[in-house]
């Protein structure tokens, strides 16, 4: 086997892992990085819908970096832990059916940077099917007591989900945040790599290694992020508020901008930075650390 440094796709003769074989290493990235990450998103949650409700659990989003701060701080490590049952559960099919739709994109795409857009959007549409229901009943869990002002359960939350819209609620408004996340993430990943390649590898037939794909993973996916920031506050808010509260994205949108002004579009910026930044770069690190054990033994059969 070669050097844990190793993975996928050299420039010559770029190796694409059959995309069924992709399950195992997405599952298990995706699920580490996503618990990993867990807390600082359930900030995120909680800053994203607080200027939408008349009784705030969460500091005002006008000063976004004290507000992650402060919010932390004023969150218990268990409130924090709110929804880490519906991850658990759903992250490990979502991941699988992403990474899945990742490699199958990569033989169908290429992997050039606009190659690598067609991809990131590939991948998001077909994995959205699944995510959307796990992101509706994760964000109800990390918000519920700021909404309710109460602790609930998954069971408790999935019953109240189906009543008010269905645990498909968001799904176009999840792909429109998720999809240019994505086309940005992937595109940059792979134009990354590609530099790498061609300027840094001694060989440009030779592997990136895991540690630079980590790097670009958490630059790319930092970018994007910061970038899709409004969209994931429409997003949230469509998923967790009541039907009365949030009954479109259209009034989500103009009652925020009306009541709380265009910086609130930017609420919980740096939270989402500081949770998908790092949960990306740890679950490419993974990812392509196992997908090139999956080569390995692919290749060995």
């Avoid at 402060?70 to 519906?86: E, H, P, V, Y």
């Avoid at 792979?190 to 290694?209: C, T």
Wanted: net charge positive; hydrophobic share 45%; glycine share 8%.
């Amino acid at each position: 086997m070669e050097s844990p440094d190793a993975v996928v796709g050299a420039a010559g003769a770029p190796w694409y892992m059959p995309h069924v074989h992709a399950v195992w290493p997405g599952a298990l990235s995706g699920l580490v990085s996503k618990v990993v990450t867990h807390p600082i998103d359930t900030v995120k949650a909680n800053l994203q819908v607080a200027g939408a409700l008349k009784r705030s659990t969460a500091p005002s989003s006008s000063a976004p970096s004290s507000s992650v701060v402060t919010s932390a701080w004023r969150m218990n490590f268990g409130a924090s832990l709110r929804g880490i049952s519906a991850v658990v559960l759903g992250t490990a099919p979502c991941s699988a059916a992403y990474y899945m739709s990742y490699e199958h994109g990569k033989q169908m795409f290429g992997s050039h940077a606009f190659g690598g857009m067609l991809t990131g959007v590939y991948a998001q549409v077909l994995a959205g099917v699944v995510f959307t229901p796990v992101d509706v009943l994760k964000e109800r869990m990390q918000v519920s007591f700021a909404t309710s002002g109460k602790h609930t359960t998954l069971w408790n939350v999935a019953r109240t989900a189906l009543a008010e819209g269905g645990l498909m609620r968001g799904y176009w408004m999840n792909n429109l945040t998720w999809i240019p996340w994505n086309a940005i993430h992937i595109a940059l990943y792979e134009e990354g790599k590609r530099k790498y390649r061609s300027r840094v590898a001694v060989n440009p037939d030779d592997d990136v290694p895991v540690t630079a794909c980590a790097t670009l993973a958490l630059v790319s996916g930092s970018t994007a992020a910061f970038v899709t920031t409004p969209l994931d506050v429409v997003k949230t808010r469509l998923q967790t508020l009541t039907v009365s509260d949030a009954p479109s994205v259209t009034a989500i949108a103009q009652r925020l901008l009306a009541r709380e002004g265009a910086q609130a579009l930017f609420a919980g910026s740096i939270a989402r930075v500081l949770s998908i930044g790092p949960g990306t770069a740890l679950s490419w690190m993974l990812y392509e650390s196992f997908a090139g054990i999956a080569r390995d033994a692919t290749a060995a059969k």
